[in-house]
Every structure is written in structure tokens, then in C-alpha cells.
């Protein structure tokens, strides 16, 4: 791909985004300087920079570097493409905000305050809450907020305040989402993840095990299970025990 494509794809996605060229460079930890010169074609990204910009883009790195070949669109235009492939399917968890909360959203995004959460969760539920899809919708009133999972709105309110306050209320209430629904969140993917992360910390418990003779669907469902009998699902190591011991 010409280093001219790279950086238009840059410019486009960071558009979309409604991103600045200011913004985007202190989110990635680069001059705007630098910024503009990609995209005006005058320079390329190192490498070792792909990756946060996909991360900060929401795109993958194959779509930056012009390696896939599957588009859905036939003029070329990527924003649409990137619009029909993000609403293709439903999220597991997606946080939908009115016009009016987008900059307090924006600002909070600088911060880690959704992964403080979700580390809270983890260490008091066992529960990984799923990658969090974030987007303005102009259909929601200017300070209305709604909280889906697979296309089912789960929560809904109205805030009076913005700024910091607002959006930690927003990310409590993803968390709360989660420790209500869990059952209904939870997916074989977000199974996978929590098995490749006991694999990291007790590999002994599950080589062999999962999902070689125990399937992730398996797992889930009897997480499942559990959290609809309002039983906890952190203790991990003892609940594939027993599924072990069934078998």
C-alpha cells in the first residue's frame, strides 16, 4: 500500500471518530506534527506504533496496512464500510450516549477508569466484563445514555451532570450491567479468555482438559447456570473440577 493510503485511511478513521489531529496524537504518545505528516502522505508511522493506532482507530491492523480484500462497499468508501461492519452484528455490551455526553466521554476515555472497573468486577465476582463498544447515538435526547447487550436495551437513564461525574457513573453502571446479567452477557468468547487466563496462572488445571475434553460452550453454559441460581462463578479451579469429575 502507498504510504499516501496509509495515511488517508489515518485521517478517515480519525474523522469518524471525531477526533482531532491534537487528540489522537496524545492518545498515541506522538507529536500532531507527526500526525499531520502521515497524513498528508509526507511520512509513515513505525511500526511499532500499529498497534495502538488499530487499538485507538477501533480498527484492524490488516484494514491499516491494506492487507484484507473482503470489502462490503463498492466505491471505495470506508466510513460506510467501517459503519456496516460495526453494525453487523450485535455487541455483547455496547454503551450508547446522546450528543450531549460526548465530551465527557471523550475525556474519559483518556483515563483508565474502565479497566479500573473491570478489574473490580474480576476480583469481587470472577465476571471479565467484554470489551466495551462506546458510541454516540444523535437519536438518544442530549443527556441520555442506554446500556445493551446484543441489541437488548439492559439499563437506561438521564444525567443532569457531565464531565468526570457523568461518565463514572455510566462505566458503574456497565459494571452493575454486568453483575445483573452476566448470564445473558456471557459468550463463548469471553469464555475463551477467562480459560487462556487460568491456563497463564494454573496451567496444570485445564491443559488437557479445556477445551479438549470440556468445550467452551460447555463452560459457559454451566456458568450459566450458576449465575442464574445466583451462585458465584469465581472459584474457577473447583467448578472445572467438578464438571471434570461428571464427564
Not at 5 to 22: H, S, V
Not at 32 to 45: C, D, F, I, M
Amino acid at each position: 500500500m502507498e504510504m499516501e493510503n496509509i495515511g488517508e485511511l489515518i485521517c478517515q478513521y480519525r474523522q469518524d471518530r471525531k477526533m482531532t489531529q491534537e487528540e489522537f496524537a496524545s492518545r498515541l504518545g506522538v507529536t500532531p506534527q507527526a500526525v499531520s505528516k502521515w497524513e498528508r502522505g509526507n511520512g509513515l508511522p513505525d511500526i511499532a506504533l500499529v498497534k495502538g493506532i488499530c487499538q485507538i482507530l477501533d480498527i484492524n491492523a490488516n484494514v491499516l496496512l491494506g492487507i484484507a480484500d473482503d470489502k462490503v462497499v463498492e466505491n471505495g468508501n470506508m466510513i460506510m464500510e467501517r459503519e456496516i461492519r460495526n453494525n453487523l452484528f450485535s455487541e455483547p455490551l455496547m454503551l450508547e450516549f446522546g450528543e450531549g455526553l460526548l465530551t465527557c466521554v471523550k475525556d474519559g476515555l483518556k483515563t483508565d477508569y474502565v479497566n479500573q472497573t473491570r478489574k473490580k468486577l474480576a476480583e469481587e465476582t470472577g465476571m471479565l466484563i467484554p470489551m466495551l463498544r462506546i458510541k454516540d447515538n444523535l437519536e438518544l435526547a442530549k443527556k441520555d445514555y442506554r446500556i445493551l447487550s446484543y441489541g437488548h436495551v439492559l439499563y437506561e437513564d438521564s444525567l443532569a451532570q457531565d464531565g468526570e461525574d457523568a461518565y463514572h457513573k455510566m462505566i458503574d453502571n456497565v459494571s452493575y450491567v454486568c453483575r445483573t446479567h452476566y448470564a445473558d452477557i456471557l459468550n463463548k468468547h469471553v469464555v475463551k479468555v477467562m480459560m487462556d487466563i487460568l491456563r497463564e496462572t494454573f496451567p496444570g488445571a485445564i491443559e488437557g482438559l479445556v477445551p479438549e475434553k470440556i468445550s467452551y460452550l460447555q463452560v459457559q453454559r454451566k456458568l450459566q447456570e450458576l449465575l442464574r441460581q445466583g451462585k458465584p462463578i469465581k472459584d474457577m479451579l473447583h467448578i472445572l473440577e467438578e464438571m471434570e469429575e461428571s464427564l
